[in-house]
Nanobody
Framework: QVQLVESGGGLVQPGGSLRLSCVAS????????IAWFRQAPGKEREFVAT????????WYASSVQGRFTISRDNAKNTVYLQLNSLAPGDTAVYYC????????????????WGPGTQVTVSS
């Protein structure tokens, strides 16, 4: 069973950058698609980005397209999310998720979550 742990969150000023990491345990990491979701206070959890098993395909929510970049290093069992040009609206707890599902218009989460990492964008 694969377990996920996120890190790299923090407090950053508007326009700043962060890089989040999601480290997975287990020897089958490379056979799983991985997604990032986020949940802002008082809002539902929303899709941010997905990366395929090989890392060759990526998908992004329109709200982060061009600002965030998802990548992975299967040798290190790690998925990254580079967050650039951050705005207060990006403030949320960011979660990585195992085996998300494509629903035709967006990605829906799979069963396994990490505990999340807090990103706060504020001056």
């Amino acid at each position: 069973q694969v377990q996920l742990v996120e890190s790299g969150g923090g407090l950053v000023q508007p326009g700043g950058s962060l890089r989040l990491s999601c480290v997975a345990s287990g020897r089958t990491f490379s056979v799983h698609d991985i997604a990032w979701f986020r949940q802002a206070p008082g809002k539902e959890r929303e899709f941010v980005a997905t990366i395929s098993k090989s890392g060759h395909s990526t998908w992004y929510a329109s709200s982060v397209q061009g600002r965030f970049t998802i990548s992975r290093d299967n040798a290190k069992n790690t998925v990254y999310l580079q967050l650039n040009s951050l705005a207060p609206g990006d403030t949320a707890v960011y979660y990585c998720n195992l085996d998300p599902n494509w629903g035709g218009t967006t990605w829906y989460p799979g069963a396994s979550w990490g505990p999340g990492t807090q990103v706060t964008v504020s001056s």
